[in-house]
């Protein structure tokens, strides 16, 4: 993209460049001054001017040409400011009047439990985020107070008001309408405003009719009811795995009963006071949100296969009626395909006095929140979309920047637009269904590395600790947009057994190993796996365009190359052991993190603490000290041709490190922890540039960037820059946008 400035903002660039140059004082000659214009461009976006640069190979500050770059972002309908979309929504209940309240268990910034009217974050409830307490998977409300559940862990400082060291209390928490806690006369917690219902299971639901609270605990397999206003246990009676709970026009109560192991959830019917009443549904598998709906209905969230909510008239013998959502939810159709009546996990339902609808998708694994309100006729009126968590994005670079992954979901961008309306959610790429041994289900993987492999699509998924890296294909004939799980490697793990517990089965019993999906089911079958035993500390991991896999250790003998062996019959790249390569780590690193190599130009990238520049300590999350370039490396070259220090930590409290790389056309990008700031070096000199961080379409703020592909470069054909970056804290990927 061209700079076009009109005269005046040419004239007020000359005038600041030439304050800044008459304010550069420094005995060392290394001061750097940086700042920001904010200007209205006739397409109605803020861009961000940088007017400083600074030569770090040498002690000379110097004036650059301004430098234009533009802030956006995906995955989180709202952009900057605390009222965005949560991470997840584990639970909601929908007052008559439209206003929707939720819970969940996390959220990076403290949302966990939210408020939402009319297509708009209101606010979120108070202090449940931080001092070892966390939100819960139920929530209900009155025309006084808001009842989440919650959890409050022990802490070691002896304070009144917190279980001891180890001991958790699984609360009940009483609020008010505007979101602030409610203490009561006996209430626990520093505030006085929790009501201790178990020591050892959570709560699963709740509701309440007149002056009670009904409070589920599955695990217990009991009901206890409270009173609203003293919260004193008032009764209580048995049901089978209860979880969350209706109230119909006569105040009686419809409980789920919730899935457990192999066995199928199903809805009971209950007076206030405990009494079984006959009625019941059975048809439902996997229940996991409830609602009464109109004067006789009662609307059922169906997470099974069939992805519905499930309509139940319930006058009498409950009888199914209707549905709301195609059969098969996101997976009927085009599989993975967006669409508004398409549901994918499905963890709340309400309606309000008005008829309309409300549902929220999770996704499976914590996908993340995906909230819509639908019309009595079933049309939706609008969609609030929190989808990011502890990820990165990727671009297929077939498409030029417009087609980008993520973890779990597909977008398009329109770069035309304004920035946070340039993205579209497009597709979900899990399906746990057909592939229910599918790694994302499993683990918790993030930094996509998207990839053409003789001209086919690739996603590689690598984790926070580096400890695997995950490979799936896509076959649009068969499995429309759902990403199918193809392979994975997994490190060497210095307590044995690779990954704990009963998943992936047949795994070998120690050591490392690749896994591929030989048969094409997307399952971990025997005879799939390759073995072997390694180092077990991994820096970083990386996949070059041509499809070959590379791994660093933090060892002398520190650089894995497996080579691209070609795709089987079924699609799936090939790996093996014996094929691997072993290169000698450059004598320049004491402690190599991570890797890059581009087979076009036979370039490798590396970065590590070096001999100059040494560790303070263990930290394993970040890049190190130094980044250098290798030139003809297949050719045995261990010579730098340059080597340039980022950002570190020598004191021990990581206030300054250097999250992650990536190097993308002419230049190499680096992105601190904790600043999230973007530092670019010359390709080709190994020069320091200039650096950049979140603007003001953001709210100039981000979050820590603390996962080993953090940040991802992109150069389109037009010469743009496309640089994605993690931003877990609100809840999205930043995008940065420039030409240089």
Known sequence: MKNRFIPQIKNIGDK???????????????????????????????????????????????????????????GNTVGKGKLRVQNNVEAMYVTKNGEIYTNSYWDEAGGEAGIYKDGKVIGF??????????????VTANSKYIYIAMSQSGMNNGKDGYPPEGKIWYCVRRYNLAGKPVPFPAGNGWDKSMLITSEKNEVTGLATVGDKLFVS?????????????????????????????????????????????????????????????????????????????????????????????????????????GTLGAKNGIYSGVSGEVQSLKFYGITGVGTDSKDNIYINNNGFNKSGTDLRKFSASGQQQWQLLGLIFVDNADTDPKSDGVDVFTKHEKYSIDYSKPSGKQWTYKAYTLNPFKYP????????????????????????????????????????????NIAVPAGLFVGTNDQGKSISGNWPPYQPVKGEWIWRDKNGNGAFDQNEYDSSEDYPYIGGWWVDTKGDVWKT?????????????????????????????????PSVFKDLRRIEYFPETDTMYLSGFTVDHPASGDDTGVVGSEIARFDNWSKGNRTPKWRTVVPYDSTGKREVSTAA??????????????????????????????KFSPGPEVGGESGWVDIPHGIRAFRRANGEYLVFAEENMNGKVIIYRFSM
């Open 16 to 74: 600041l460049n030439q304050i800044i140059k008459n304010l550069i004082q420094s005995r060392y000659g290394r001061t750097k001054i940086a700042f920001n214009i904010l200007l209205g461009l006739t397409c109605g976006l803020m861009v961000t001017f940088v007017g400083m640069t600074m030569d770090s190979a040498t002690t000379k500050t110097t004036t650059a040409p301004a430098f234009t770059y533009k802030t956006s972002w995906l």
């Open 125 to 138: 409830l108070e202090d449940i985020h931080g001092w070892n307490r966390l939100g819960g998977k139920a």
């Open 217 to 321: 605990n599955a695990d217990a397999n009991i009901v206890r009811i409270y009173n609203t206003e003293t919260m004193l246990e008032i009764g209580k009676f048995t049901v089978t795995n209860p979880g969350g709970i209706a109230i119909d026009l006569q105040g009686d109560l419809w409980i789920i009963q919730t899935k457990k192991g192999n066995t199928v959830g199903k809805i009971v019917h209950y007076s206030q006071t405990g009494k079984k009443l006959p009625q019941q549904i059975v048809d439902v598998v996997d229940p996991t949100a409830i609602a009464t709906y109109k004067q006789d209905r009662l609307l059922v969230a169906e997470n099974g296969i069939r992805q519905q909510v499930l309509i139940y008239n319930i006058k009498n013998q409950p009888i199914q009626v």
């Open 437 to 480: 041994q599918d790694p994302r289900l499993h683990t918790s993987p993030d930094g996509p590395i998207f990839r053409r492999i003789q001209g086919k699509p690739f996603l590689f998924l690598t984790d926070m600790f580096g400890s695997l890296l995950q490979i799936y294909r896509f076959q649009p004939t068969t499995d429309g």
């Open 553 to 585: 250790l933090r060892t002398e003998d520190g650089i894995r190359h497996y080579p691209l062996q070609g795709l089987d019959s079924k699609g799936n790249p090939i790996y093996t052991y014996n094929s691997m390569q072993k290169h000698k780590t």
């Open 661 to 690: 790389m990536s190097v993308a056309g002419d230049y190499v990008f680096a992105v601190t922890v904790k600043t999230a700031e973007v530092y670019v070096y010359k390709a080709a000199t190994g020069k320091f540039v200039r």
